[in-house]
């Protein structure tokens, strides 16, 4: 077990490489130095009446989205939904999707981009959220 793939990650709640983007904050768990690229791990946080990302796909990477805190609206092809705690969706590759809470609590979600490598685009969209006009 001498390489990072191979090695246990043991986190505790909330660690992991934090990326805060106003409203919005992610937190790395394992991705590519972790997984040999095969995946990547993230929670995404929102607080309340926030957006996401925006609408966005990803021609050769699926997003899959696990709803862990609150209640998250995903966008799925053209469809939005409510997804509530224990909520699983894919969007496969190609499909648009996002993410916003349209509620009065924090909600999250647990995000596996397959394949990985999604966290080499973080520190381009930290620093896309930090031009972005304040509200």
């Given at each position: 077990?001498?390489?990072?793939?191979?090695?246990?990650?043991i986190?505790?709640?909330?660690?992991?490489?934090?990326?805060?983007?106003?409203?919005?904050?992610?937190?790395?768990?394992?991705?590519?130095?972790?997984?040999?690229?095969?995946?990547?791990?993230?929670?995404?946080?929102?607080?309340?009446?926030?957006?996401?990302?925006?609408?966005?796909?990803?021609?050769?990477?699926?997003?899959?989205?696990?709803?862990?805190?609150?209640?998250?609206?995903?966008?799925?092809?053209?469809?939005?939904?409510?997804?509530?705690?224990?909520?699983?969706?894919?969007?496969?590759?190609g499909?648009?999707?996002?993410?916003?809470?349209?509620?009065?609590?924090?909600?999250?979600?647990?995000?596996?981009?397959?394949?990985?490598?999604?966290?080499?685009?973080?520190?381009?969209?930290?620093?896309?959220?930090?031009?972005?006009?304040k509200?």
């Amino acid at each position: 077990m001498s390489d990072a793939r191979h090695r246990p990650i043991i986190l505790q709640p909330g660690e992991g490489r934090a990326y805060a983007m106003g409203a919005m904050r992610a937190v790395f768990k394992a991705d590519e130095a972790e997984t040999a690229a095969t995946y990547s791990i993230s929670e995404w946080f929102l607080e309340p009446h926030s957006k996401g990302p925006g609408p966005h796909s990803h021609s050769d990477h699926d997003d899959i989205f696990y709803v862990i805190e609150g209640t998250m609206s995903l966008l799925v092809g053209d469809e939005w939904i409510d997804a509530g705690v224990g909520s699983f969706v894919r969007a496969a590759a190609g499909v648009t999707h996002d993410f916003a809470n349209r509620t009065d609590k924090r909600a999250g979600v647990l995000n596996i981009y397959i394949p990985g490598g999604f966290e080499r685009d973080m520190a381009g969209i930290v620093e896309w959220f930090e031009n972005q006009p304040k509200a």
